[in-house]
C-alpha cells in the first residue's frame, strides 16, 4: 500500500506539468493497472478509482480531454491498438515483474539460507577452533608433565646406577676387607700367643703337608725337638714372668736358625719347641741342632739351678725319614721324642740323632 | 614425631646424640636386607628431622653389608632431595670400605661433606 501511495504522488507530478493530455491518459490507464496487483483491488482501467485514490485534479484533467477523443475516431482506434500492445506489454511486463519478485524471494531465501548456513558454519568453526585450544593447552600440560616426568626419573636412573656402582664396589672392597681380616685372623690363629712363632696347631698342620709333599717328591724330612733343660726349676727360682720372658727368648732365638720358607719353628708345647725340615737329610738337621745349640748359649741366660751349665741350655732330640705312604709324620715324631727322651737321660745339653734301624735314611 | 629408640646388639649399635646432632654407627652392621635395616633408616630419618645440620660418624663401623651401604645410599638420595639439610658424613681412613664408598656417596649429594681421620 506504502508503494501504491508513492506511486500516486509521481502521477500527481505528472498531471501538473504534462501538456499532452492523451498520454496522460494512457499513462494513467497504465497506473491503474499498475496498482491494481499493488492494492490488491479488481480495478477496471475505465472505471474511476475511488476518491480517497484519485485527487479531483486528475479527474479534471480527464474531462478536459474527450473533446479531443471525440475528435479524431482514426486517432482512436490506433491509440487503442497501441494500447493492447501496452497492455500485452505490460501483461509481459507484470510477469517479468512477478518472476523477479520470485526470483528475488527465492535469491532472498537463498540468501537467507546461506547466511544461516554460514553462521552455523562459523558456529561450528568456533567451537571446533575452542576444542582445539583448549585440547592444544591440554596437551601443552601434558607435554609439561611428560617432560617433569622424564626428567624425574633420568634423575633416578642416575641414582640407582651410581647407588649400584656404590654396592658393587663396596662388595669388592668389603671382600678385600673380610680377606684382609681372615689373613690376620689365621695368623694369630696359627701363632703361640706368647712366644709369637707358630704354635702346635701350625706345627701339625705344617707337619701334615710336608709329610705328603716329601712323599711325592721322595725327599727326606727332618724333624729337631728340643727341651729347655729344668726349667721348671727356672720357674720356680725366677718367676712366671721370668719364666715367660726366657721362653719368648729362647722361641725367637730359634727362629732364626732356619731361613728356608719351607723350614718351620714351632712351640711345641710348654718348654719344648720343634723344627720342621723338609728337603733335609740328618747331616742337615744335625747342623741346624748345633746351631740352635750355639744361639741358646750366645743368649746367655742365667740359670743357676740348672746342673749341665749356669746358662739355659736344651737337650735336643733329632730324627730324619723318607717319607712313605705306608708311614705317617707321628712315627717321625715318636722318633724325635725319643731322641730327645734320650738326650735327657744321656745327661742333658746334647743332641741325640740315632737312628731307627726300621726306617731308611739318607746318611 | 615418634621417638626412635637407639639400638644395641651385641654386634653393632645404632646412638643418636641430640646435642651434637651426630648418629653414631659402630661395629658390624650385617643386617639381611633392606627390611631389617629399617630400624636404623628410622633412626636416621628421626634425626634429619630434627636438625638442619646433620653428622653421622661411621668411624667405628667396620663393616657394613652390601644391604647396609644401599640404605645409607638411599638414605643419602632422601636427605638430598629434601634439600635444605648439611650432612657430613665422619669416616676413618683406617677402616678400608670407608675410603672406597664414602666416595661414592659424594657422588649422589655434591654439597656432602666427608672428614677422614
Redesign the interface.
Given at each position: 500500500m506504502v508503494r501504491a501511495i508513492e506511486g500516486l504522488s509521481t502521477v500527481k507530478l505528472w498531471v501538473v506539468y504534462s501538456s499532452n493530455r492523451l498520454f496522460l491518459l494512457q499513462f494513467l490507464r497504465a497506473c491503474f493497472r499498475k496498482l491494481q496487483p499493488l492494492s490488491h483491488q479488481p480495478c477496471d482501467p475505465e472505471t474511476p478509482p475511488p476518491a480517497s485514490l484519485i485527487s479531483t485534479t486528475v479527474y479534471r484533467a480527464e474531462a478536459e480531454c474527450s473533446p479531443v477523443a471525440e475528435h479524431s475516431e482514426a486517432e482512436i482506434d490506433h491509440d487503442d491498438s497501441r494500447e493492447e500492445k501496452l497492455v500485452a506489454e505490460l501483461d509481459a511486463l507484470r510477469q517479468e515483474v512477478q518472476r523477479l519478485q520470485q526470483a528475488n524471494r527465492d535469491l532472498y531465501l537463498s540468501l537467507a539460507t546461506t547466511a544461516e548456513h554460514g553462521d552455523l558454519i562459523e558456529a561450528q568453526l568456533q567451537q571446533t577452533n575452542e576444542q582445539l585450544q583448549a585440547e592444544v593447552e591440554e596437551r601443552k600440560r601434558a607435554q609439561a608433565t611428560l617432560k617433569a616426568l622424564i626428567k624425574a626419573i633420568s634423575k633416578r636412573k642416575d641414582?640407582l646406577e651410581?647407588?649400584v656402582?656404590?654396592?658393587m664396589?663396596?662388595?669388592d672392597?668389603?671382600d678385600?676387607?673380610w680377606s684382609?681380616k681372615l689373613t690376620e685372623i689365621n695368623k694369630i690363629a696359627s701363632l703361640d700367643a706368647l712366644t709369637e712363632i707358630a704354635n702346635r696347631r701350625r706345627f701339625d698342620e705344617h707337619l701334615e703337608y710336608q709329610w705328603k709333599q716329601m712323599t711325592r717328591e721322595r725327599s727326606p724330612l727332618a724333624l729337631i725337638l728340643c727341651d729347655i733343660d729344668r726349667f721348671k726349676q727356672f720357674n720356680d727360682a725366677y718367676g712366671h714372668l721370668a719364666g715367660d720372658d726366657c721362653l719368648q727368648r729362647v722361641a725367637s732365638a730359634l727362629n732364626h736358625c732356619v731361613n728356608r720358607p719351607s723350614d718351620l719353628v714351632a712351640r711345641f708345647g710348654g718348654e719344648e719347641f720343634a723344627a720342621v725340615l723338609p728337603q733335609t737329610d740328618l747331616e742337615g738337621a744335625i747342623r741346624v741342632a748345633e746351631r740352635m745349640q750355639r744361639a741358646i748359649a750366645r743368649l746367655q741366660i742365667d740359670h743357676p739351678q740348672s746342673l749341665v751349665s749356669p746358662f739355659v741350655t736344651l737337650s735336643i732330640g733329632v730324627a730324619c725319614v723318607m717319607p712313605a705312604s705306608d708311614l705317617s709324620s707321628e712315627e717321625l715324631i715318636h722318633l724325635a721324642d725319643q731322641h730327645l727322651y734320650l738326650a735327657k737321660q744321656q745327661g742333658r745339653n746334647q743332641i741325640i740323632a740315632a737312628l731307627a734301624p726300621s726306617y731308611p735314611t739318607v746318611l | 614425631m615418634g621417638y626412635v629408640m637407639d639400638i644395641k646388639t651385641d654386634d653393632y649399635s645404632i646412638r643418636h646424640d641430640s646435642e651434637s646432632a651426630t648418629v653414631f654407627l659402630r661395629g658390624f652392621l650385617r643386617l639381611d636386607g633392606m627390611e631389617k635395616y629399617q630400624p636404623v633408616m628410622d633412626v636416621l630419618l628421626t634425626a634429619v628431622e630434627q636438625s638442619a645440620e646433620l653428622t653421622i660418624d661411621l668411624r667405628e663401623l667396620e663393616f657394613l653389608n652390601s644391604s647396609g651401604i644401599s640404605m645409607l645410599s638411599m638414605f643419602v638420595v632422601k636427605v638430598r632431595d629434601k634439600g635444605n639439610v648439611t650432612l657430613t658424613l665422619k669416616g676413618c681412613d683406617k677402616v678400608l670400605w670407608q675410603t672406597k664408598s664414602l666416595k661414592n656417596l659424594q657422588r649422589l649429594m655434591p654439597s656432602l661433606t666427608l672428614v677422614f681421620a
Open positions: 641414582d651410581i647407588v656402582q656404590t654396592i664396589e663396596h662388595g672392597v668389603m678385600t676387607q684382609l | -
